[in-house]
């Protein structure tokens, strides 16, 4: 049977944001995303959702992606207490050529009462370059627009 037009777009119970990266990313950095509504780049708002994925892809490396983790924090710029929520585990020492990626996810539940919480990056050289997609999921309240459907 054929899908029905009605059908919910994905768009409408996933929000994905895209971060390219500036090299020069020796130690652990906070990734901040573009907010049109803010105009600014803030941490990323878990309110509305249940999961959180973040895929850090390789654009340009030279030593391998030394650490990635997920924090959570009260504040939209990351001013609060960071909380740690999850630590990469996975050996990253494989991540060594462009278009390798990682991925490390975590729920709402686990982000200890916060409402915001970003990705912290680490490459191993002044040159690497990354692009960090995050997606979050399983939204409290599915609707168009939770994905722009072009960035200019």
């Known amino acids: 049977m ?22 020069d990313m020796t130690t652990l950095t906070d990734i901040t995303f573009p ?3 803010a105009g600014s780049n803030l941490w990323l708002d878990m309110s509305d959702f249940e999961h959180i994925m973040f895929i850090v892809v ?3 490396l030279t030593d391998d992606l030394e650490e990635v983790r997920i ?3 009260s504040g939209s710029t990351g001013g609060g207490t960071d909380y740690e ?3 990469s585990t996975d050996p990253l020492t494989d991540q060594d050529a462009v278009g390798d990626y ?3 996810e975590a729920t709402a539940e686990q982000m200890n009462g916060n409402r915001y ?3 912290q990056v680490e490459g191993g050289n002044a040159s690497d370059d990354f692009t960090v997609i995050a997606i979050r999921g399983q939204a409290r309240f599915p609707r ?9």
């Open 102 to 104: 990682f991925v490390i």
């Open 58 to 60: 390789c654009k340009l």
């Open 117 to 119: 919480c970003t990705v």
């Open 85 to 87: 929520v999850k630590l």
């Open 35 to 37: 907010d049109v509504t």
């Open 71 to 73: 924090l959570s924090n």
């Open 144 to 152: 168009s627009g939770l994905t722009a459907s072009y960035n200019a």
């Open 2 to 23: 054929a899908a029905t037009a009605t059908a919910a777009k994905l768009s409408a119970n996933l929000a994905v944001n895209i971060f390219s990266s500036t090299a």
